[in-house]
């Protein structure tokens, strides 16, 4: 079986500005859940709108971690098939597109439904489209029935493989992220 070796010309950790960006977003990721969770459970219009907020926050801060990304140097691989480094990088991509898709579908939806989208008091993100109930219900759709799943798949895949590392192969991988 191929494996890939790292390379001894790259460091062994990401950049701090990688690790922030991967720590904030999962942070953010918690409380939009925590958010939604509380609004299920109380019907408090405070948490749907705090979840709204959150939402576009984890939208703009993946954008710029997309940015991030682009220009900076990943560490080495850590030795591994071949196969399991194709689907590492599979899975780290389809959580990059869930988590700006997920916000972009919550938005539209609500810009579809009529709803104008307030940002912690700061801003505003106003209805730019005309109302459309059949769309807003297509977004409601895509968020809550189709992306929603796949991010818990790929959180779960994420994280199961991260302590696979760690605790089955004991290869130290967790390391490059703290």
Do not use: C
């Not at 959150?54 to 682009?70: D, K, Q």
């Not at 189709?146 to 798949?153: A, C, G």
């Amino acid at each position: 079986m191929d494996k890939v070796q790292p390379s001894v010309t790259q460091v062994n950790k990401w950049s701090v500005m990688s690790r922030v960006f991967h720590w904030i977003s999962a942070l953010l990721l918690l409380v939009t859940w925590a958010m939604i969770f509380l609004y299920g459970n109380t019907d408090n219009s405070l948490y749907i709108n705090l979840h709204k907020a959150f939402g576009v926050s984890l939208l703009f801060w993946m954008l710029a971690r997309v940015i991030n990304r682009v220009f900076t140097k990943a560490p080495p691989a850590v030795a591994m098939p071949k196969w399991q480094v194709v689907i590492s990088q599979l899975t780290h991509f389809a959580l990059y597109a869930l988590l700006i898709a997920m916000p972009v579908a919550g938005l539209l939806m609500s810009i579809y439904g009529g709803r104008p989208v307030d940002v912690f008091g700061l801003f505003q993100i106003p209805v730019f489209v005309e109302i459309d109930r059949s769309a807003a219900r297509f977004y409601n759709d895509l968020h809550t029935d189709i992306i929603w799943p796949m991010i818990l798949v790929f959180t779960v895949a994420h994280i199961g493989a991260a302590l696979f590392h760690q605790f089955i192969q004991k290869d130290k991988l967790i390391n490059r992220i703290l």
